[in-house]
């Protein structure tokens, strides 16, 4: 392997792990907002009534926002799996 595809490969494997960083904020973010949808959930639904709109939404909310966390995890792991992948590849050759 030339050395210049080397450096290609490391500089892709160093762009990725950048994003998955970003990608895990994205994550944090996603449980917090699935937070505030038990918060919303909670709310409406011990009232009653108009209110209880309010339980129906935070709970579509919340079941939005946790698969949203579970796609975006699983993206982080197929990430770090590539990365790692990438690497052994550069250090074997």
């Known amino acids: 392997m030339k050395d210049e595809e080397k450096k290609q490969m490391f500089y892709e494997a160093e762009k990725q792990s950048k994003l998955l960083k970003n990608l895990s904020r994205w994550s944090v973010s996603a449980m917090g907002l699935s937070s505030i949808g038990i918060v919303i959930a909670y ?3 011990s009232r ?3 209110k209880f709109a309010f339980g ?4 579509l909310f919340t079941v939005v926002c946790v698969v949203a966390c579970l796609l975006i995890n699983l ?4 990430g770090r799996k590539n990365v790692n992948n990438i690497l052994k590849i550069i250090s074997n050759k």
């Open 56 to 59: 129906v939404f935070g709970i």
């Open 75 to 78: 993206a982080i792991r197929n």
């Open 48 to 50: 009653s009534k108009i």
């Open 43 to 45: 709310y409406g639904l």
